[in-house]
């Protein structure tokens, strides 16, 4: 149980372009799902928090508006990188919590994004 | 605010050794501490975590780790290494149980034979 999974697992896409992530909880309801970025070799940054049906809440420094996240569902959240840089290439982890606090995290396998 | 420290970046052990993982954590009240595993191509998976308790805490694959408050250290260990235990290991923290993670940098695993 308690399964994450995300889609695509790597993708590359050009400059100016925009892509999409799917991170989705196969066998429970998420409320609460983390989005986190990864570069080569480094740690996992918390990018935002977001809750269904309500706006995702960013880190500092993280732009919102390229990096668009929607919760639509308690099973299905989405960030999109917006008109991606190669800068922007990077490892995207998502994670997803069940019911409300005091339950742990459970961490999809990641997206590998490449921006030519 | 909260933060982690793997003072250990690479860590080349042998077969059948024991291992121990440095973490050393900020934070002002109780924290909720955490060790997870990255293995290529695959997700963060949880070996333990410490909430509350008895500070000594059994983890899966093997894994134990210590809290010590006094020393704001939170170290992973096993007594007998394996090549499947070659991997990227984080310890994280945060608020609650199921709160954002502030992760460590990260200690790399290497296991000869």
């Known amino acids: 149980g308690a399964v994450v999974s995300q889609h695509p697992s790597w993708v590359i896409c050009k400059s100016g372009t925009s892509v999409k992530i799917e991170c989705r909880s196969l066998?429970?309801?998420?409320?609460?799902m983390f989005w986190y970025r990864q570069f080569p070799k480094q740690s996992l940054m918390l990018m935002a928090t977001?809750?269904?049906?309500?706006?995702?809440?960013?880190e500092q420094g993280v732009e919102k508006d390229k990096f668009l996240i929607n919760h639509a569902s308690l099973t299905l959240s989405t960030l999109t990188v917006t008109s991606a840089h190669p800068e922007d290439s990077s490892f995207y982890i998502c994670?997803?919590?069940?019911?409300?606090?005091?339950?742990?995290?459970?961490f999809g396998p990641g997206t590998r994004l490449t921006v030519t | 605010a909260q933060s982690v420290t793997q003072p250990d970046i690479h860590i080349t052990v042998s077969e059948g050794a024991s291992l121990e993982l440095r973490c050393n954590y900020s934070?002002?009240?109780?924290?909720?501490l955490f060790w997870y595993v990255q293995s290529p191509g695959q997700g963060l998976q949880l070996l333990l975590k410490y909430f509350s308790g008895d500070t000594l805490v059994q983890g899966i694959k093997g894994f134990e780790a210590e809290f010590k408050r006094s020393q704001s250290s939170f170290n992973l260990r096993k007594p007998s290494v394996h090549w499947s235990d070659a991997a990227e290991y984080f310890c994280?923290?945060?608020?609650?149980?199921?709160?954002?993670?502030?992760f460590g940098g990260g200690t790399r695993v290497l296991v000869k034979p």
């Open positions: 977001s809750n269904e049906g309500s706006k995702a809440t960013y």
């Open positions: 066998d429970f309801q998420a409320t609460t």
């Open positions: 994670s997803a919590r069940p019911g409300t606090a005091n339950y742990e995290q459970y």
């Open positions: 994280a923290v945060s608020k609650a149980a199921g709160n954002k993670l502030t």
């Open positions: 934070y002002g009240a109780t924290p909720y």
